[in-house]
């Protein structure tokens, strides 16, 4: 089963920028779908993106489609969150999820196998 580790995350202002990164290991370029989550207080997990191996198919959360962008380095194993524009609502534990297989890609989290341990995002004046 694949380990996964995120980081990047981190107090920033509304309107800014942050990278999230998640190394996969344990399965050196195995094929596996990713995907970030994210979950706030008292609130239920959310789908925020989910990204297919080798990474064609893409797809988005609709609180977060065009300013969050989700990418992947199949050869570093790694899986990346770039979030733009930033909205004190954006506030949460992001949490990386993987599963193997290629070409598959879901938004529900209950079909993920392997999740990381989080990183927090807060996004406040």
């Known amino acids: 089963q694949v380990q996964l580790a995120e980081s990047g995350g981190a107090l920033v202002q509304p309107g800014g920028s942050l990278k999230l990164s998640c190394v996969a290991s344990?399965?050196?370029?195995?094929?596996?779908?990713m995907g970030w989550f994210r979950q706030a207080p008292g609130l239920e997990r959310e789908f925020v993106a989910a990204?297919?191996?080798?990474?064609?198919?893409?797809r988005y959360g609709a609180s977060v489609k065009g300013r969050f962008t989700i990418t992947r380095d199949n050869v570093k194993d790694t899986l990346y969150l770039q979030m733009d524009n930033l909205k004190p609502e954006d506030t949460a534990v992001y949490y990386c999820?993987?599963?193997?297989?290629?070409?598959?890609?879901?938004?529900?989290?209950?079909?993920?196998?392997?999740w990381g341990q989080g990183t927090q995002v807060t996004v406040s004046s």
């Open positions: 990204i297919s191996w080798p990474g064609a198919n893409i």
């Open positions: 999820a993987a599963r193997p297989g290629s070409h598959w890609i879901s938004n529900s989290a209950a079909e993920f196998s392997s």
């Open positions: 344990g399965t050196a370029h195995s094929q596996f779908a």
